[in-house]
């Protein structure tokens, strides 16, 4: 039994739910210090993107064990996302 991959499914104008890791280190001032993470989903984002899709992406940053904690927000990572993909 082969192990199927993004490649292998019809995705064509569908919607997407996609589980990536941006569990990212950032500083004091909620700046990214390291985007290997979200450098390394890039080609599989790209890819997805390129079947006319609908792109929902799931993450998380730090353990906020249940709770809102401002600094955990993913907004620093959509931003970098953002530059990296060259699009808004």
Known sequence: ???KTVKDID?????V???VD???PLDNEGNITD????RAALPTIEYVLSKNT???LM??????????????????VGKRLSELLGKE
């Open 59 to 76: 993450s998380h940053l730090g353990r906020p064990k249940g709770q809102v904690k401002e600094e955990l927000r993913m907004t620093p």
């Open 54 to 56: 609908k792109l929902i």
């Open 35 to 38: 985007d290997t993470r979200i």
């Open 17 to 19: 739910i996609m589980r």
């Open 1 to 3: 039994m082969n192990k």
């Open 22 to 24: 941006f569990n990212v």
């Open 11 to 15: 995705l064509n104008g569908k919607r």
